[in-house]
């Protein structure tokens, strides 16, 4: 199985970008869909931004709250996906979740996600 690792969160001020980082250990990441998903204090997980695996059709999806903000992609050679956040906003803040699973339908959503990570913390000032 899986194991996503997060990294790459931080304080940062509105406007600001901030890069997150899924490495996995134990399996090749490209061969499972990647998501990343936030979760704010008092409030549910919501999905943020996925990635299929190598075995499908080359495609990402976005929230469109952070759609032409965030972007998410992978580097295969380093077994990591990444979350590049630009023009954040003090309503981006939230923990961030790295979730990963060989067989997802239903991209959104989180109960499609086997393997998730310990998350990260992103903080962004006013």
């Known amino acids: 199985q899986v194991q996503p690792v997060e990294s790459g969160g931080g304080l940062v001020q509105a406007g600001g970008s901030l890069r997150l980082s899924c490495a996995a250990s134990?399996?090749?990441?490209?061969?499972?869909?990647v998501g990343w998903f936030r979760q704010a204090p008092g409030k549910e997980r919501e999905f943020v931004a996925a990635?299929?695996?190598?075995?499908?059709?080359?495609?990402?999806y976005y929230a469109d709250s952070v759609k032409g903000r965030f972007t998410i992609s992978r580097d295969n050679a380093k077994n990591t996906v990444y979350l590049q956040m630009n023009s954040l906003k003090p309503e981006d803040t939230a923990v961030y979740y790295c979730?990963?699973?060989?067989?997802?339908?239903?991209?959104?959503?989180?109960?499609?996600?086997?393997?998730w990570g310990q998350g990260t913390q992103v903080t962004v000032s006013s």
């Open positions: 979730a990963a699973d060989s067989r997802v339908s239903y991209y959104y959503t989180p109960g499609e996600y086997a393997y």
């Open positions: 134990g399996r090749t990441l490209s061969s499972y869909a």
């Open positions: 990635t299929r695996s190598r075995w499908s059709a080359d495609s990402t």
